[in-house]
């Protein structure tokens, strides 16, 4: 999940050496942090949040083969 979260974030910034993402896991869930240069939230959280959304929607369908809840966290 990481590595796609990754991947989809540095495809959409001005500076993806400055993507970090981090995953931590729990027994049910995982919670991926996603954090990016301040110039760049903008292009990751879209308008009215559309790509945030769209981003979290893609990471969950990928996440349903191993039934797990999936968090995906923007960080500043």
């Given at each position: 999940?990481?590595?796609l ?10 500076h993806p ?42 990471v ?17």
């Amino acid at each position: 999940m990481k590595e796609l979260v990754e991947v989809i974030a540095k495809s959409l910034v001005d500076h993806p050496d400055e993507v970090v993402v981090t995953e931590t896991e729990n027994e049910k869930s995982i919670v991926i942090e996603l954090r990016v240069a301040q110039m760049d939230m903008g292009k990751v959280i879209g308008k009215q949040g559309r790509i945030a959304k769209a981003i979290r929607s893609v990471v969950k369908a990928a996440a349903s083969k191993e039934d797990r809840k999936v968090i995906v966290e923007i960080m500043q």
